[in-house]
């Protein structure tokens, strides 16, 4: 079959003449075309997004019992409820400089942050202590370590501003039950836990590899992801699969949203023998030296 020419396949509008506007129908085009620009640029420079005014903790914390109460989680303490206030007042507080997160009002962080973090521990029992792997500005680690107040949670986050963020956050709000790793997560890191968890983070594969080390035999890795990860599943199964076992698949929503969710629970099985030389390939890849 014939190839077309290429310069026969941009669009019909491509090829009309513009259409001959008045001066005033002219302004106002522009002044549509500067708007739209406006409002695109601020979307992709996510460090000059700001929320529209930043809450007292009082303030927070009383619109806090009714979001929470919306979205199935009516049985947050007052106390418990206070410390989330604050998390997300000192969020705010440092969104202009750090550029944390692009949720901004109190509803969206609340639900899509607070909420999707919690919805863990309605699905199953989480094993402690738990790395909470990439967790950015917190999630879901520090809503985790405000609802289980006596459990070791330890956040491993590799951006220093989002590090010092995350230190900041664990004075203020007294949270002694937080351990703070500053740096990224390989193979070769060790740090013993029972439980991994990240949020949409980087893929399944290679997030087991990197905890290889650290999660211990029968302890299980809990990643919170959208509907669309059956590809991750098996790239995981093929090159992984001799060390974890995907011993859960949840669906679930967030409720009250349209926000689908999958929790995927992995269980470790296998202990991967640690190689003697900085040059041998990781556990379970061949050599590719013959």
């Not at 007294?174 to 060790?190: A, E, M, Q, S, T």
Request: include cysteine; charged fraction near 25%.
């Amino acid at each position: 079959m014939a190839h077309k020419n290429k310069s026969n396949l941009s669009p019909a509008w491509a090829a009309k003449p513009p259409r001959a506007t008045s001066g005033r129908s002219s302004e106002r085009m522009t002044q549509r075309k500067t708007h739209r620009n406006t409002h695109l640029n601020t979307h992709l420079k996510g460090r000059h997004r700001q929320p529209d005014r930043i809450f007292s903790v009082e303030e927070a914390s009383d619109r806090l019992a009714d979001l929470f109460s919306n979205h199935g989680w009516s049985e947050i303490s007052h106390a418990e409820r206070l410390i989330f206030a604050r998390f997300y007042v000192l969020l705010m507080e440092k969104q202009k400089s750090l550029n944390l997160t692009r949720l901004l009002s109190l509803r969206e962080v609340a639900i899509k942050h607070f909420v999707d973090s919690l919805m863990v521990t309605r699905l199953t029992t989480l094993q402690f202590p738990l790395l909470d792997l990439g967790t950015g500005p917190g999630f879901p680690g520090i809503p985790l370590g405000i609802h289980f107040p006596s459990e070791k949670i330890i956040l491993a986050e590799g951006v220093q501003k989002r590090v010092e963020f995350l230190k900041e956050v664990r004075e203020s709000l007294g949270l002694k039950n937080l351990d703070i790793i500053g740096r990224n997560i390989n193979p070769w890191f060790f740090y013993p836990v029972q439980g991994v968890i990240t949020r949409a983070v980087e893929d399944i594969r290679n997030t087991l590899k990197n905890v290889i080390y650290s999660l211990q035999t029968g302890g299980r890795a809990y990643f919170m992801k959208g509907p669309a990860v059956d590809p991750e599943i098996e790239l995981a199964e093929r090159e992984v699969g001799q060390f974890y076992e995907l011993e859960q698949d949840l669906a679930y929503e967030i409720p009250q949203t349209p926000q689908q969710r999958r929790l995927l629970i992995y269980r470790k099985i296998k202990c991967a023998p640690f190689p003697d030389l900085e040059d041998e390939p990781w556990p379970g890849e061949p050599n590719e030296k013959g």
